[in-house]
Every structure is written in structure tokens, then in C-alpha cells.
């Protein structure tokens, strides 16, 4: 398809962002869940629990996998700098993907309690430290990292555990435990259900006091991300939308309309992604100390020919996985009921 | 060993492990198809017993799949960066599409069909059976055109030079069908098929050494049995077109699989042997001129040998290893077709349930699809050193410039010792759902299965 005038490499950065926004809205709140899940006692209450995500979060984990091999496709640089130079993170943020991905399947499979404990455990702290290591990597990534003359990453394993990235990292893990507690209050009732009224508040104000800190860290320590929104004013109007959200999740909560409680977490997790992306734009990976080595949408990118190749790609399947994906998420509508063939 | 032989040690030891689960979820899903399909047409409850049955495996092997293949995703970059970079613009858009179109397909209608039994009507449950199949057959494509494409790469031009040099898309379908992905794909589908048909076999003809849950195990049989067969007989068909693309695009390559040095005409083929690397020769019974024929249809033609293809032999694989793993993969073939003949013959004579040797023979028949696959695999990625894309990019040159040996060291150990204890559990509960069996209530559709 030819897209005439179109800036393929600003089109591709906004396909990541959607992309990337789109997996922390679904698999967000299934990794919230996850982290909520050792709270929960009883059995019979986590197996609940573990069954609101049980059909969607193998799908809503490919919005992961789709969004790397997007990266790889549409910036090479940025997936090699990133992935190489994040190695040790990364392969942790594996085997947490993996733990938490066969705790699932493994853990009702046997009746025996220790079995059930270290899968229950293992599905927990998989979801955390995953959540927990996107957090630090994205935080990196947002805040800049030492990059050499090649867009190499010259730091070690330790340059990436700096306050500011392990803020940003609590604060994803706050963002999806307020977003899966909202999302299980959802799709259940009975003892479960009442345990999670308990939870989901304080889950959303762990986020709240998270995000001013972190807040006011980027103001801190990673000023840059904010100088587009003081040279264009107008853009304030993305942050106060995300504020309205978050306080309409606490107001929805209180009133116990869960449903637009959710929708207003979707918006908040939605506007923190754009408004990351906005303040990067057109930078990918942004280098510090040196500036001008950074990643960005030009020089990381492929040719043009497979932008558009991609575009096309993109064009054709974004329909129909909408399509697939709305319709499997309405035939699992509905609170959740334990049958045989339940996780 | 440094950075570079760890990764590949790491590479091999992730792939190989991933590449257990895949391939059996391609067969059993196209398994699943034909059981479901069988109980639309006949109503027999025995089908929908049989396909609950195989469903539940099917979804243990599938979590499995999921778990050790988002490390290879993230494996090029972590590991083979400067690879990454190199191939990015050609081969990532391949992977791209793998997600859109294979993973999103299978991992939706997954949910239906491990979780929507009682959801959905029988015809919508067949369909998402035949989508979870179509996602996993998809998913093959995309990656088998990937690594196709490193075999024999086209649609590309080199873009910059030296160690900033990379290839670019100048033609996305000369890409896609490069001169080895048909015959490629085609090859790697018939052996996921086999994985698939000789687990079904494996497992009912325990039941039937066993006497257990008999009219299940012969149902199940009477479908894998005629899948392995069609399967190991295409698998020889279109091995031979893939060595005949090997003799054509990869001489090297084909020369290592026979260990053959001297450009020969008449060249024999290897039953089995041994190749002797340092005095360049190779020892093992072999059939005369069989070889110029598979490759060229024609006994009097040359088959181009090592010291012609790569007279430096820093351009060679390592023989011996390329040789073993192709001539394994071979036997194997061989010997599959003729366990699913055996089979079959005694199965149309009725005979099959009292002969336990065939029986025995059947149940460890599993193991075949994955020693020939694995093989096949290593013959096919070690066959291609020193070179990661073949002519353009060798290996030594392909690994992440700031990666630490000592890193890959770390990931290496975290790895083994994750897909150990991954590997005995999942065992562990292959056998605890074997030994239970089929359950006695599936005989009975509940919810909206019970009305049609």
C-alpha cells in the first residue's frame, strides 16, 4: 500500500505507544490480580480469582509479544540497545513471565496444599516482579541512560537501579494492583468479591500517594520529559484528564459503581502511557549524560519500505484482533463460575 | 568460552526445549480438529469424551509453548544484537506478523475451546478447535519464512557498510517466498504433524497394554494413526525437496550432511558413518550413486563437495556434528513410516489391541517425532555455520557487542535450572492426566453442549 505523504516514523512511535498502552491496559490488570492473589486466603477465594483472568490473559500477554516484534521491526536500534543492554533485567523479567505464565496452568492441577502454595506464590511474585522490571525498564528508558556513539549502552546492570527508574517501577506495580483489584471486583462476588472492597481502596490509594512522589521525581530527576508540556501549555489538558480519571476511580469506588471505576482506570493507565510518550517523543531512548547520541524515531528506524510494509500489515490485523478479542471477552462475560473445566 | 559461544549455547539450549511444545500443539490441534469434526457428524459422545480429553493436554502443552517462546523473542536482542540490527528491517516484519495474525488468533480462541464448552454452541466450538489450529499452523509460517530467509536470503539489498551495514526490504513477497521457505514449511509442518499423531498413538496404545478405557484408545488410534502415516510419508517427499533446495542454494550445507569432500559425480549416499575432520574423510556403508540422484535426479551428476564449496575451512560447519544430526534425523523418518505401516496393518486386521511388543513399539513411538524434529533442526541451524545469515552475516559477528560473558554465564545456569524443574513438572502432570484417563461424565455433554 502506498501511504503518500504519511511520516511512517511518527505513525510506527504511536503504533508502539498503542501497542504498549494496550498491553498495560489488559495484561495490567491481569499482573494486578496476580499481586492481590497471596492477599486473597481460602482456596476456594483464589481459585476465583485466578479464573477472572484464566481466559484472557494468554491473549492479553501477546500484546507484549506483538509490541517487541513491532520494536524489532519498526526500530531495530532501539530493541538491540534496549535488549541487549538491559540483558540481566530482561532475562529476570523472563523467568518472572514464565513463572507467572505456568503458575496458571499448574496450580489447580493438584489438590495437594504445599502444591498449591508454591504455585499461588509463584504466580504472585511472577506477576510483581514483572510488573516491577517493566516499571524500571520503561523508567530507564523515559529517564535516559548512558549510551555511547553507536547507540551502545555503556552502563551495567547496577546504572539501571537508580531511584528514579525503581519509582517508576513501584508505580506501575501500584497501577495495575488498583487496576486488577477494580477488574476483579468485576468478575466476582461472594466472600472473594467483599475481600477485594476491602483491598481495592487501599490498592488505589497506593497508587495515588506513588504517583505524586513520582510526580514530583520527574520534576527531580527527569525534567526533560516535562519541558514539551510547559512550551505547549494546551497538552496539561492530557494530565488534568488523567487526574480527573484517578479521582473518579476513588469516587466510583466509594460508590461502588465498578464498572465505571474500571473505565476510569483504563483512561488514567491510557493517559500516564500518552502522556510518557508525548514528553519522549521524537526520542525512543533518550542518552544521558550525552544527548545527542539518543535513540529516536529517525535515526533507530527501519527503511521506509518496511515501515509501510508493516503499516499495511498493521492495517489488515488490528481489525480483525479487535474483532477476536472484544468477542472473546464478551462470551467470558459475566461473574465468574467455577466448572470443571476451570483453571 | 566467550560471550559469543555462550550465547550460542544458550540459543540452542532455549530453542531446542521451546521447540518440544510447538510442534505438538500444531498435531494435536490438527488432531482436535478431526475429533471434534468426528463428533459433529456422528453425535458419538465418545468424540466429545475424546476431544475434553485431549483438550486438557493440549492446553498444558500450549501454557508450555507460551512460557519458553517469549524467550526467544527477546533472545535476539538480548543476545544477538548486532544480528538484530543487521536483519531487523527484513525479518522483523515477519515477526510482527506471527504476532498480529498467528498468536492473537490462537490465544483467543484457545479461551473457547478450554473454557467454552459449556458456553458456546458445538459448531461455534469446532470453529474456534479449527482457529486455535489455523493460529498455530500461522505461527509456523511466519517464523519458518524468518529463519528461511537466513538459509537463503532474497528480496534485500545491503544498506551502509561494515559493522553499520544492514539489509533492507526491496521486495516483501521475494522475501516471503524465498527460494527455501515453501519447502521448509512444508517439511516443518509434516513433522508437528507426526509430534501431534504419535502422541495420540502413544498414549492409546498405553491404554490398550493396559486394558483400559479400550473403545477410547482404539477411537483415538483409528484418527492418528492414518495422520502419522500421511504424515511420515509426505515428511519423505518433501525431505527430499528440501535437500534437493540444499543441494541448489546451500552446496556447503549438503556437503556436510554426507560428509562429502570431493566434488563426485555418481556420489554415494551414507547409510550411517563417521566423518574423520582432520584427514578430511569419512568412513560408513553407503549406495552407490544415490546421492547425485536425490539430489539432481540424475546418478551421473556431480554433487559438489566441501573442498569445492568452501576450500577455506574456516567456511565449513562442523562436519561430523551436521552429519550425525541429518543422518539421525533421516533414520527416524524411516523408521516412523514404518511403525504407523506396521501399525495400521495391524489395526485393519483387528489384531492390535493382543500384540504388546507393537503395542510397546507404539508407546514409545512419541519420542521419534522429537528426536527427528530436534535433529533435523540442529542439522539444519549447525549446517549453516559458520554463517548466521547465510553469505551475508557470520555468527561470530552477530552477538550483542556489550554483552558480558559472565552475564550469559548467569542466564545460562537461571535458564537450565528454570526449564529442569519446568520440564519434570510438566511430565509430571502429562502422566498424572494420562493415568487418570478420560473422564467418565464427558460421555455425558453438559450445558449447551447437551442441546446441539
Given at each position: 500500500m502506498d501511504f503518500g505523504t504519511l511520516d511512517l516514523n511518527t505513525t510506527w512511535f504511536i503504533l508502539i505507544a498503542v501497542l504498549f498502552a494496550g498491553y498495560a491496559v489488559l495484561d495490567g490488570f491481569d499482573l494486578g490480580v496476580g499481586a492481590l492473589h497471596l492477599f486473597v486466603k481460602g482456596d476456594n477465594e483464589r481459585r476465583t480469582l485466578l479464573n477472572t483472568i484464566g481466559p484472557v490473559w494468554d491473549g492479553n500477554e501477546v500484546w507484549l509479544v506483538t509490541g517487541g516484534g513491532a520494536l524489532f521491526a519498526a526500530f531495530p536500534n532501539v530493541y538491540a540497545t534496549v535488549f541487549s543492554g538491559f540483558y540481566l533485567a530482561l532475562v529476570l523479567l523472563l523467568v518472572s513471565l514464565i513463572f507467572r505464565a505456568v503458575a496458571i496452568e499448574f496450580r489447580s492441577k493438584r489438590e495437594s496444599k504445599l502444591w498449591r502454595g508454591v504455585w499461588d506464590t509463584s504466580f504472585s511474585l511472577g506477576s510483581l516482579l514483572s510488573g516491577f522490571l517493566l516499571g524500571v525498564a520503561f523508567g530507564n528508558i523515559a529517564a535516559g541512560i548512558p549510551l555511547d556513539a553507536r547507540g551502545e549502552?555503556?552502563?551495567?546492570?547496577?546504572?539501571?537501579?537508580r531511584p528514579y527508574p525503581i519509582m517508576v517501577g513501584l508505580t506501575s506495580i501500584a497501577l495495575f494492583t488498583m487496576h486488577g483489584s477494580i477488574y476483579a471486583l468485576l468478575k466476582t462476588n461472594g466472600t472473594v468479591h467483599e475481600k477485594l472492597r476491602v483491598w481495592a481502596p487501599r490498592a488505589i490509594w497506593f497508587f495515588v500517594v506513588c504517583y505524586a512522589l513520582l510526580t514530583i521525581a520527574t520534576f527531580v530527576w527527569a525534567s526533560h520529559l516535562v519541558e514539551r508540556f510547559m512550551s505547549r501549555p494546551w497538552l496539561f489538558c492530557l494530565a488534568i484528564v488523567n487526574l480527573l480519571a484517578i479521582a473518579n476511580v476513588v469516587r466510583e469506588i466509594r460508590r461502588r459503581r465498578d464498572w465505571a471505576a474500571f473505565m476510569s482506570s483504563c483512561v488514567a493507565v491510557i493517559m500516564l502511557l500518552a502522556i510518557c510518550a508525548i514528553g519522549m517523543y521524537p526520542n525512543l531512548v533518550l542518552s544521558a549524560p550525552?544527548?545527542?547520541?539518543s535513540l529516536t524515531i529517525r535515526n533507530a528506524a527501519s527503511s521506509q519500505k518496511t515501515l509501510s510494509v508493516m503499516l499495511t500489515i498493521a492495517l489488515i490485523g488490528m481489525p480483525l484482533v479487535i474483532g477476536y478479542t472484544s468477542s472473546i471477552y464478551y462470551i467470558f462475560r459475566g461473574k465468574v463460575k467455577l466448572d470443571r473445566a476451570s483453571y | 568460552m566467550d560471550a559469543i559461544g555462550l550465547s550460542r549455547v544458550q540459543f540452542a539450549l532455549t530453542a531446542a526445549f521451546h521447540y518440544l511444545y510447538p510442534p505438538m500443539s500444531i498435531g494435536l490441534g490438527l488432531l482436535l480438529v478431526f475429533i471434534e469434526a468426528a463428533w459433529l457428524k456422528t453425535g458419538n459422545a465418545l468424540y466429545h469424551q475424546m476431544a475434553r480429553f485431549w483438550t486438557r493436554v493440549f492446553g498444558l502443552i500450549f501454557a508450555m509453548g507460551v512460557a519458553t517462546g517469549i524467550v526467544m523473542e527477546f533472545e535476539f536482542g538480548t543476545n544477538w544484537a548486532a544480528y538484530s540490527r543487521f536483519v531487523g528491517d527484513v525479518f522483523g516484519s515477519a515477526l510482527a506478523a506471527e504476532g498480529i495474525f498467528a498468536f492473537f488468533l490462537e490465544s483467543g480462541f484457545l479461551a473457547v475451546l478450554l473454557f467454552g464448552w459449556d458456553k458456546v454452541s458445538r459448531t461455534f466450538h469446532f470453529v474456534s478447535t479449527c482457529m486455535v489450529c489455523l493460529g498455530a499452523h500461522f505461527s509456523a509460517i511466519w517464523i519458518v519464512v524468518a529463519n528461511s530467509w537466513m538459509q537463503t536470503p532474497a528480496g534485500f539489498h545491503i544498506v551502509g557498510e561494515g559493522a553499520s551495514a544492514r539489509a533492507e526490504i526491496t521486495d516483501f513477497w521475494a522475501m516471503v517466498f524465498n527460494p527455501s521457505s515453501i519447502d521448509r514449511l512444508f517439511h516443518t509442518l509434516c513433522g508437528a504433524w507426526q509430534a501431534g499423531a504419535f502422541l495420540v498413538i502413544s498414549v492409546s496404545a498405553w491404554y490398550l497394554l493396559k486394558r483400559k478405557h479400550m473403545d477410547f484408545a482404539r477411537a483415538a488410534i483409528r484418527i492418528a494413526l492414518p495422520v502419522a502415516l500421511v504424515g511420515s510419508l509426505l515428511q519423505l517427499f518433501s525431505g527430499h525437496i528440501s535437500a534437493q533446495g540444499v543441494a541448489k542454494n546451500q552446496p556447503v550445507k549438503l556437503a556436510a550432511f554426507e560428509g562429502l569432500y570431493d566434488t563426485t559425480s555418481n556420489a554415494p549416499l551414507r547409510m550411517f558413518g563417521w566423518v574423520d575432520e582432520k584427514s578430511e574423510s569419512v568412513i560408513g556403508p553407503a549406495i552407490p550413486s544415490l546421492l547425485s540422484v536425490l539430489a539432481?535426479?540424475?546418478?551421473s551428476k556431480p554433487v559438489t563437495g566441501l573442498r569445492e564449496?568452501?576450500?577455506?575451512?574456516?567456511?565449513?560447519?562442523?562436519v561430523n556434528m551436521t552429519f550425525q544430526f541429518f543422518h539421525l534425523m533421516v533414520a527416524v523418518g524411516f523408521g516412523l513410516i514404518f511403525i504407523s505401516v506396521l501399525g495400521l496393518y495391524h489395526m485393519r486386521r483387528g489384531s492390535l489391541a493382543d500384540n504388546r511388543w507393537l503395542l510397546w513399539l507404539l508407546v514409545i513411538s512419541v519420542l521419534g517425532p522429537h528426536i527427528a524434529n530436534q535433529a533435523g533442526w540442529f542439522a539444519a541451524e549447525v549446517g549453516r555455520q559458520p554463517w548466521i545469515v547465510q553469505g551475508l552475516l557470520r555468527t561470530s559477528d552477530a552477538?550483542?557487542?556489550?554483552?558480558k560473558a559472565d552475564a550469559v554465564i548467569a542466564s545460562i545456569f537461571l535458564f537450565t535450572a528454570v526449564y529442569l524443574l519446568l520440564f519434570a513438572v510438566f511430565i509430571y502432570l502429562l502422566n498424572d492426566k494420562i493415568q487418570h484417563?478420560?473422564?467418565?461424565?464427558?460421555l455425558v455433554p453438559t450445558g449447551k453442549l447437551a442441546r446441539g
Amino acid at each position: 500500500m502506498d501511504f503518500g505523504t504519511l511520516d511512517l516514523n511518527t505513525t510506527w512511535f504511536i503504533l508502539i505507544a498503542v501497542l504498549f498502552a494496550g498491553y498495560a491496559v489488559l495484561d495490567g490488570f491481569d499482573l494486578g490480580v496476580g499481586a492481590l492473589h497471596l492477599f486473597v486466603k481460602g482456596d476456594n477465594e483464589r481459585r476465583t480469582l485466578l479464573n477472572t483472568i484464566g481466559p484472557v490473559w494468554d491473549g492479553n500477554e501477546v500484546w507484549l509479544v506483538t509490541g517487541g516484534g513491532a520494536l524489532f521491526a519498526a526500530f531495530p536500534n532501539v530493541y538491540a540497545t534496549v535488549f541487549s543492554g538491559f540483558y540481566l533485567a530482561l532475562v529476570l523479567l523472563l523467568v518472572s513471565l514464565i513463572f507467572r505464565a505456568v503458575a496458571i496452568e499448574f496450580r489447580s492441577k493438584r489438590e495437594s496444599k504445599l502444591w498449591r502454595g508454591v504455585w499461588d506464590t509463584s504466580f504472585s511474585l511472577g506477576s510483581l516482579l514483572s510488573g516491577f522490571l517493566l516499571g524500571v525498564a520503561f523508567g530507564n528508558i523515559a529517564a535516559g541512560i548512558p549510551l555511547d556513539a553507536r547507540g551502545e549502552f555503556t552502563g551495567s546492570f547496577w546504572t539501571l537501579l537508580r531511584p528514579y527508574p525503581i519509582m517508576v517501577g513501584l508505580t506501575s506495580i501500584a497501577l495495575f494492583t488498583m487496576h486488577g483489584s477494580i477488574y476483579a471486583l468485576l468478575k466476582t462476588n461472594g466472600t472473594v468479591h467483599e475481600k477485594l472492597r476491602v483491598w481495592a481502596p487501599r490498592a488505589i490509594w497506593f497508587f495515588v500517594v506513588c504517583y505524586a512522589l513520582l510526580t514530583i521525581a520527574t520534576f527531580v530527576w527527569a525534567s526533560h520529559l516535562v519541558e514539551r508540556f510547559m512550551s505547549r501549555p494546551w497538552l496539561f489538558c492530557l494530565a488534568i484528564v488523567n487526574l480527573l480519571a484517578i479521582a473518579n476511580v476513588v469516587r466510583e469506588i466509594r460508590r461502588r459503581r465498578d464498572w465505571a471505576a474500571f473505565m476510569s482506570s483504563c483512561v488514567a493507565v491510557i493517559m500516564l502511557l500518552a502522556i510518557c510518550a508525548i514528553g519522549m517523543y521524537p526520542n525512543l531512548v533518550l542518552s544521558a549524560p550525552n544527548p545527542e547520541h539518543s535513540l529516536t524515531i529517525r535515526n533507530a528506524a527501519s527503511s521506509q519500505k518496511t515501515l509501510s510494509v508493516m503499516l499495511t500489515i498493521a492495517l489488515i490485523g488490528m481489525p480483525l484482533v479487535i474483532g477476536y478479542t472484544s468477542s472473546i471477552y464478551y462470551i467470558f462475560r459475566g461473574k465468574v463460575k467455577l466448572d470443571r473445566a476451570s483453571y | 568460552m566467550d560471550a559469543i559461544g555462550l550465547s550460542r549455547v544458550q540459543f540452542a539450549l532455549t530453542a531446542a526445549f521451546h521447540y518440544l511444545y510447538p510442534p505438538m500443539s500444531i498435531g494435536l490441534g490438527l488432531l482436535l480438529v478431526f475429533i471434534e469434526a468426528a463428533w459433529l457428524k456422528t453425535g458419538n459422545a465418545l468424540y466429545h469424551q475424546m476431544a475434553r480429553f485431549w483438550t486438557r493436554v493440549f492446553g498444558l502443552i500450549f501454557a508450555m509453548g507460551v512460557a519458553t517462546g517469549i524467550v526467544m523473542e527477546f533472545e535476539f536482542g538480548t543476545n544477538w544484537a548486532a544480528y538484530s540490527r543487521f536483519v531487523g528491517d527484513v525479518f522483523g516484519s515477519a515477526l510482527a506478523a506471527e504476532g498480529i495474525f498467528a498468536f492473537f488468533l490462537e490465544s483467543g480462541f484457545l479461551a473457547v475451546l478450554l473454557f467454552g464448552w459449556d458456553k458456546v454452541s458445538r459448531t461455534f466450538h469446532f470453529v474456534s478447535t479449527c482457529m486455535v489450529c489455523l493460529g498455530a499452523h500461522f505461527s509456523a509460517i511466519w517464523i519458518v519464512v524468518a529463519n528461511s530467509w537466513m538459509q537463503t536470503p532474497a528480496g534485500f539489498h545491503i544498506v551502509g557498510e561494515g559493522a553499520s551495514a544492514r539489509a533492507e526490504i526491496t521486495d516483501f513477497w521475494a522475501m516471503v517466498f524465498n527460494p527455501s521457505s515453501i519447502d521448509r514449511l512444508f517439511h516443518t509442518l509434516c513433522g508437528a504433524w507426526q509430534a501431534g499423531a504419535f502422541l495420540v498413538i502413544s498414549v492409546s496404545a498405553w491404554y490398550l497394554l493396559k486394558r483400559k478405557h479400550m473403545d477410547f484408545a482404539r477411537a483415538a488410534i483409528r484418527i492418528a494413526l492414518p495422520v502419522a502415516l500421511v504424515g511420515s510419508l509426505l515428511q519423505l517427499f518433501s525431505g527430499h525437496i528440501s535437500a534437493q533446495g540444499v543441494a541448489k542454494n546451500q552446496p556447503v550445507k549438503l556437503a556436510a550432511f554426507e560428509g562429502l569432500y570431493d566434488t563426485t559425480s555418481n556420489a554415494p549416499l551414507r547409510m550411517f558413518g563417521w566423518v574423520d575432520e582432520k584427514s578430511e574423510s569419512v568412513i560408513g556403508p553407503a549406495i552407490p550413486s544415490l546421492l547425485s540422484v536425490l539430489a539432481h535426479n540424475d546418478p551421473s551428476k556431480p554433487v559438489t563437495g566441501l573442498r569445492e564449496a568452501a576450500p577455506d575451512p574456516k567456511d565449513r560447519p562442523p562436519v561430523n556434528m551436521t552429519f550425525q544430526f541429518f543422518h539421525l534425523m533421516v533414520a527416524v523418518g524411516f523408521g516412523l513410516i514404518f511403525i504407523s505401516v506396521l501399525g495400521l496393518y495391524h489395526m485393519r486386521r483387528g489384531s492390535l489391541a493382543d500384540n504388546r511388543w507393537l503395542l510397546w513399539l507404539l508407546v514409545i513411538s512419541v519420542l521419534g517425532p522429537h528426536i527427528a524434529n530436534q535433529a533435523g533442526w540442529f542439522a539444519a541451524e549447525v549446517g549453516r555455520q559458520p554463517w548466521i545469515v547465510q553469505g551475508l552475516l557470520r555468527t561470530s559477528d552477530a552477538v550483542s557487542p556489550v554483552l558480558k560473558a559472565d552475564a550469559v554465564i548467569a542466564s545460562i545456569f537461571l535458564f537450565t535450572a528454570v526449564y529442569l524443574l519446568l520440564f519434570a513438572v510438566f511430565i509430571y502432570l502429562l502422566n498424572d492426566k494420562i493415568q487418570h484417563g478420560p473422564d467418565e461424565s464427558d460421555l455425558v455433554p453438559t450445558g449447551k453442549l447437551a442441546r446441539g
